[in-house]
Nanobody, 120 residues
């Protein structure tokens, strides 16, 4: 099992930046990939960015040029740098980890969510 603890969210004005962190603990050696997702009330949870074992990333279209995902394996920590934040970026941001279980299946683990609020 893996536990994910997020931090770094808060309230900022448009144009400002935040850096989200997600610290993983437990069976971290079984993590195949990690990522960030976000959700606005009334909407589906959507992909922000993922990063795999080879550090290849998969980014949503709104990420390019503003956001950056990274992973520091020695600290079991995932980051999301949020630059030039816009009001549309307001959401609860969730850390995700994909784990290979003993049966060979992929299992998703989630943090509790990290709210980001952007005022105009």
């Amino acid at each position: 099992q893996v536990q994910l603890v997020e931090s770094g969210g808060g309230l900022v004005q448009a144009g400002e930046s935040l850096r989200l962190s997600c610290v993983a603990s437990g069976t971290t050696s079984r993590i195949k990939a990690m990522g960030w997702y976000r959700q606005v009330p009334g909407n589906q949870r959507e992909l922000v960015a993922t990063i795999g074992a080879n550090d290849a990333t998969n980014d949503a279209h709104f990420v390019v040029g503003r956001f950056a995902i990274s992973r520091e394996r020695s600290k079991d920590t995932l980051y999301l740098q949020l630059n030039d934040l816009k009001p549309d970026d307001k959401a609860v941001y969730y850390c995700n980890a994909v784990i290979w279980d003993r049966a060979g299946a992929d299992v998703d683990y989630w943090g509790e969510g990290n709210p980001v609020t952007v005022s105009s």
